[in-house]
């Protein structure tokens, strides 16, 4: 069975939306093309637009949000993702998936950016393709979507390692038809990536019973990283997603002049006994800001 793991973005990613590869791999291949985009980087469809409450008055939320927000149309990145799964016999890990992924910034609007996704992944030895994708998520990383509802952006202080930074935290919302999500998503204009700390919990509609908790925090600031041979200075982040089945740490490595920011990442999945199940690493492979390479010559750029 054919499965398919992507993170950029990262939540992501992680701004960075707490996405995990580890949670992205049990799909069929059917279903990979839809399940890749809209896990991986939480997406939604192009027609939708954002609701803010209601009120259409309020002005739009800041590209700074959205680790690809600053970046012009063409932007592109290339990324590599490496999964080692837990055997079902012995329980002893071994390379699973290799995945190949260019994201393409096709658009930055007034309240969203659009993405197009082009993937590959590698199993048993074969390689399978997957349909380009056209994806768009609001300056949040979230879907666009009529249920996301956001308040009032209040003026708070948050500290990191011993400094102190003052943020806005924005408060929204969003709802499925069985659950619903709140999130709080603490917002630093002056500061990057931007986005320091998330923090999200999914609850049935009722509101009784968790399903999910994710938190999305920086944790270091200013740390040397080599991207493409060239020495820059980074941001560091963990992402802890927990649910009834176990819980999924990633560490990531951001840099806000790689458009999607993620540069790597590595991913621990543990059950609810605490036992590794599913290891992952992300590597960024290249990156670009060429408007005028188009996307058959980005495609081919890949490696083989």
């Given amino acids: 069975m054919l499965r398919l793991a992507l993170r950029d973005y990262l939540a992501s990613t992680a701004s960075y939306p707490a996405f995990t590869l580890p949670a992205l791999f049990r799909m069929r291949?059917?279903?990979?093309?839809?399940?890749?985009?809209a896990i991986a980087l939480a997406i939604g469809l192009c027609q939708h637009s954002a609701s803010r409450g209601g009120d259409e008055s309020k002005p739009a939320l800041p590209a700074q949000l959205h680790p690809w927000g600053t970046f012009q149309p063409g932007a592109w990145k290339q990324v590599r993702i490496i999964t080692e799964s837990g055997s079902a016999e012995t329980g002893d890990l071994a390379v699973t998936n290799v995945v190949e992924s260019t994201t393409i910034l096709d658009e930055v609007g007034s309240e969203s950016v659009c993405l197009e996704m082009q993937s590959s992944v590698e199993?048993?030895?074969k390689q399978y393709d997957?349909?380009?994708?056209?994806?768009?998520?609001s300056f949040f990383c979230e879907p666009l979507s009529t249920s996301l509802k956001t308040k009032d952006p209040v003026p708070v202080q948050i500290k990191i390692e011993d400094r102190?930074?003052?943020c806005l935290l924005y408060e929204y919302s969003s709802a499925t038809p069985t659950s619903k999500t709140t999130t709080k998503a603490y917002f630093s204009q002056a500061v990057a990536?931007?986005?320091l700390r998330r923090e999200s919990v999914t609850s049935d509609l009722d509101g009784k019973k968790t399903l999910s908790e994710t938190t999305f925090e920086v944790i270091a600031f200013d740390m040397?990283?080599?991207?493409l041979?060239?020495?820059r200075s980074?941001?560091?982040?963990?992402?802890?997603?927990?649910?009834?089945?176990g819980t999924v740490v990633t560490i990531a490595v951001l840099c806000p002049e790689v458009p999607g920011g993620v540069v790597s990442n590595v991913s621990r999945e543990q059950d609810a006994q605490g036992k590794i199940v599913r290891r992952s690493t992300l590597e960024l492979v290249d990156y670009g800001f060429d408007k005028k390479m188009s996307r058959k010559q980005r495609s081919s750029r890949r490696p083989k």
């Fill in 193 to 195: 990536p931007h986005v």
């Fill in 130 to 137: 997957v349909d380009p994708q056209i994806v768009q998520q």
């Fill in 164 to 166: 102190s930074v003052n």
């Fill in 29 to 37: 291949p059917s279903f990979v093309a839809t399940r890749f985009c």
């Fill in 234 to 245: 980074a941001v560091y982040s963990k992402t802890t997603q927990k649910n009834p089945k």
């Fill in 123 to 125: 199993m048993s030895g």
């Fill in 224 to 227: 040397p990283c080599k991207v």
């Fill in 229 to 231: 041979g060239v020495t």
